[in-house]
């Protein structure tokens, strides 16, 4: 899965432009990451009481913007002005991508990980991994390919899930048809592209999903299952709300649980935002599988990475702490109560998880796994972004055929891909 492609930020460190510091980091601990919503803002609490009972002050860097674009970029700028944080918020692929820069502290010499392995999945190990090193700790998993309905309308109009999307498609015109906004939705181009994810999973199968998204085989990215896809993809923008350009997930979640609208599509870190307004799982919302995929588990796995900029044994002590707090049971179950998802570790205690997050942990267990490519799950995010880019122009534009989008999709991704 790990791609060996050079990002313009490597390029640019390969010809010598980027400086690391030497000069001393006294703690406290600097960590980048985007969590700003309400939900994710008391998550990211909990690791802040976990790291301060062992002796570690969270300096927090937080960047706004759900999905991390900003974070990734303010991020790209610090490493190469040679001040990254001591940790960040770095995901799938990207983790190869900041470590063919040498920037990156190994986790296994840093801390003994021989038994991670009894408690990782595979999924959670590859994902952290380069060539089957510990580069990244994971936290958690969260599942994107949910579809959630908002129990009173619903209840009120007496509908049913919608499993199909010829089923979603009826649900949506009654709802419209009664004058309630059948869909919400953000006005962010990662939004766009997440709804998109669960279409194309869903018409291209989670195999060609893998082939087009991971392994760009431009013999699935150029077919007509691929154009289908778009077209269904297209269908849906006549049932969302019209949310202002740049509007983040959290507006959206937010007009869905005060039944401003009946259904959302969106990872399950929205679950966070409601529970912190006092929202509960199967009483004001249901969770259910976004229609035609629920054989498949489209996973996006939390992590972090830790930068070289060691000079004390005091820096190297909390290095290891934060690696040990992270992986630690007690914190990976904390923190995932609040903030929507299942711990990373497998055979944790449940009991205390909502109904929708014990769903996700019996679904990733057997359902087949898909990584999420709007989540950096599949690619790198310079990859990604541009993907991403011309799945939202597309839903947005009303000039733009799914036959065109789909020849501009495959003329871009032999571009980014080749050498
Ligand atoms: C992250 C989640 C976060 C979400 C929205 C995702 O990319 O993995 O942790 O809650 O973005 O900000």
């Known amino acids: 899965m790990k791609k060996t492609i050079l990002s313009p930020l490597s390029i640019l460190v390969c010809s010598g432009a980027l400086v ?34 062992n002796d570690i002050e969270f300096e927090d860097f937080a960047i706004v913007g759900g999905g991390g674009d900003g974070a990734i970029h303010v991020l790209q700028m610090r490493a190469l002005s040679g001040t990254p944080p001591e940790a960040a918020q770095i995901k799938g692929p990207d983790i190869n991508e900041w470590d063919k820069l040498s920037m990156l502290v190994s986790i296994d010499q840093l801390v003994d990980t021989q038994a991670w392995t009894n408690f990782l999945p595979e999924v959670v190990i590859d994902d952290v991994s380069v060539d089957q090193e510990y580069m990244g700790v994971p936290i958690n998993i969260h599942r994107v390919n949910w579809l959630w309905l908002n129990s009173n309308i619903f209840k009120r109009f007496g509908l049913a899930a919608p499993k199909t999307w010829k089923q979603f498609f009826a649900v949506a015109d009654f709802i419209q048809a009664k004058g309630v906004k059948p869909l919400s939705m953000g006005g962010t181009p990662w939004q766009d592209a ?19 998204f991971v392994h760009f085989d431009n013999s699935v990215i150029n077919s007509t299952e691929m154009v289908e896809a778009f077209k269904l993809f297209k269908r849906l923008h006549a049932y969302t709300s019209i949310a202002q350009q740049g509007q983040d997930w959290f507006w959206a979640s937010q007009s869905f649980i005060n039944d401003q609208a009946a259904m959302f599509f969106m990872g399950d870190w929205v679950k966070g935002s409601w529970t912190a307004a006092g929202k509960e799982a199967l009483k004001d919302y249901q969770c259910v599988p976004a229609p035609g995929t629920e054989g498949v588990f489209s996973y996006n796995i939390d992590s972090f990475v830790l ?18 707090t992270l992986i630690s049971p007690e914190f990976q179950i904390e923190f995932s109560k609040v903030k929507g998802s299942i711990p990373a570790r497998q055979n944790v205690d449940l009991s205390g998880f909502d109904a929708c997050s014990k769903q996700s942990a019996q679904d990733f267990d057997n359902k087949v796994k ?20 011309l799945i939202s122009d597309y839903f947005n534009s009303e000039s ?13 991704v032999k571009a980014l891909t080749s050498k």
């Open 20 to 53: 690391l510091s030497n000069s001393l980091q006294a703690a406290p601990f600097e960590v980048l990451h985007w969590w700003t919503e309400p939900g994710e803002l008391q998550s990211k609490q909990v690791l802040v009481d976990h790291l301060k009972v």
């Open 370 to 389: 898909v990584p999420s490519f709007t989540q950096n799950m599949a690619t790198s995010s310079h990859q990604q972004g541009q993907i991403i880019q």
């Open 194 to 212: 997440l709804l998109f994810e669960s279409v194309a999973i869903s018409v291209l199968g989670p195999e060609n999903y893998i082939k087009a």
């Open 307 to 324: 930068f070289k900029k060691v000079n004390t044994e005091i820096e190297l002590a909390n290095q290891k702490t934060f690696v040990n």
């Open 400 to 412: 733009l055929s799914a036959e065109e989008a789909v020849q501009q999709l495959s003329v871009m």
